[in-house]
């Protein structure tokens, strides 16, 4: 029965509703709650993605750049770690996408989530022929209508609060724009500045059929982000998540929001020295363009696996001056539904 780990503790009203407010999202997701955590590249692998399937919430493998051959064995070593149901996140710019899809159907993954972009020709029928369901990034509602029309399963809204790439309008803007038009067509998961149960009860009853976390797992003990890393997560506050600039108009950057540091001021020199070899004509656009990406990659690495928070890209969403402790995956979900509850009773 959907929820009845918290059910089975409580029979209040406000948990009721909530149980039925959540509903259409578990249902989709297969999992107790409507909570999927946002796929972060290095933090959202095996040990963290199996933590919040085991929760009863719905874990997402980040495959970022991995080959397929590493995708491969990912999912393996978090099937070995969960029974329940997970997804996997993949890039729609990965040169190997379609092999990647191919992975999935291997493993039989129920849930595909494009991000980055529009998805390349075929992917999404790719996706539904091997029986899954397809979740694209909207962050604007003419994509979102997009979306729907080209046969999507589910939208994820994500707005400029959420750590990582993002884009320029704020969550709740978005909320209000997508979730009256297309709520009713198919399920919508809000995502972007999210740290507390309140305002995932708020978007629930705005028409949400759940929601997606990512800054609020980062701090989880399962997490195999490096202390380091987390340490720098619980001194921040909101206003130290700051988006980047983009230097050159003639290289376009997705901004990304992280904490600021030396990092964000050698991405700035690095822009600089990308535009100068388009000057020169020694790379072309596509070459420049992998360039920053690659910069980016390289540089998460460094502060959550090895730790350089100085250098390293902390990317973070604003919510993060509300992750105050480390605590277990599990805590993290029954405070927010605590929270949630307690923001329906009221």
């Not at 980040?62 to 997970?86: N, Q, S, V, W, Y």
Request: overall charge neutral; charged content about 20%.
């Amino acid at each position: 029965m959907l929820l009845n780990r918290w059910q089975s503790k409580r029979y209040s009203p406000s948990m009721t509703k909530l149980a039925h407010l959540m509903k259409r999202g578990a249902e989709f997701l297969g999992c107790e709650v409507a909570i999927m955590c946002g796929a972060m590249s290095w933090v959202s692998e095996r040990n963290l993605v199996s933590a919040i399937s085991n929760a009863g919430g719905f874990g997402v493998i980040a495959c970022g750049a991995m080959t397929p051959e590493l995708l491969d064995a990912e999912i393996a070593a978090t099937k070995a770690l969960t029974t329940r149901p997970f997804g996997v996140n993949l890039i729609t710019m990965h040169p190997q996408i379609m092999e990647l899809i191919t992975v999935c159907a291997k493993h039989k993954v129920g849930h595909i989530v494009l991000a980055g972009g529009l998805p390349p020709k075929g992917s999404i029928e790719a996706i539904k022929e091997a029986g899954a369901k397809v979740l694209c990034f909207a962050p604007a509602l003419t994509l979102a209508k997009k979306f729907a029309r080209s046969g999507v399963d589910a939208l994820i809204i994500e707005g400029s609060e959420a750590g990582g790439h993002i884009g320029p309008v704020s969550t709740s803007v978005l909320a209000q724009e997508i979730l009256p038009e297309l709520g009713d067509q198919l399920p919508i998961f809000v995502a972007g500045g999210i740290g507390r149960g309140g305002l995932m009860a708020s978007y629930l009853e705005m028409g949400a059929a759940g929601v997606q976390l990512g800054t609020r797992f980062v701090c989880a003990h399962e997490s195999i982000a490096h202390p380091n890393f987390k340490q720098a997560f619980l001194r921040a506050n909101a206003r130290d998540a700051v988006a980047s600039v983009q230097i050159d108009p003639r290289l376009p950057v997705i901004p990304v929001r992280a904490l600021k540091n030396k990092g964000t001021e050698e991405f700035t020199r690095k822009q600089i020295e990308v535009a100068g070899k388009l000057d020169r004509g020694e790379i072309d656009m596509e070459a420049a363009q992998l360039e920053i990406e690659t910069y980016w990659a390289g540089a998460l690495r460094r502060a959550v696996i090895d730790g350089d928070v100085e250098y390293g890209s902390v990317m973070a969403g604003q919510s993060v001056g509300m992750v105050h402790v480390e605590r277990p995956v599990a805590d993290i979900i029954a405070k927010l539904m605590r929270e949630a509850e307690e923001a329906l009773a009221r």
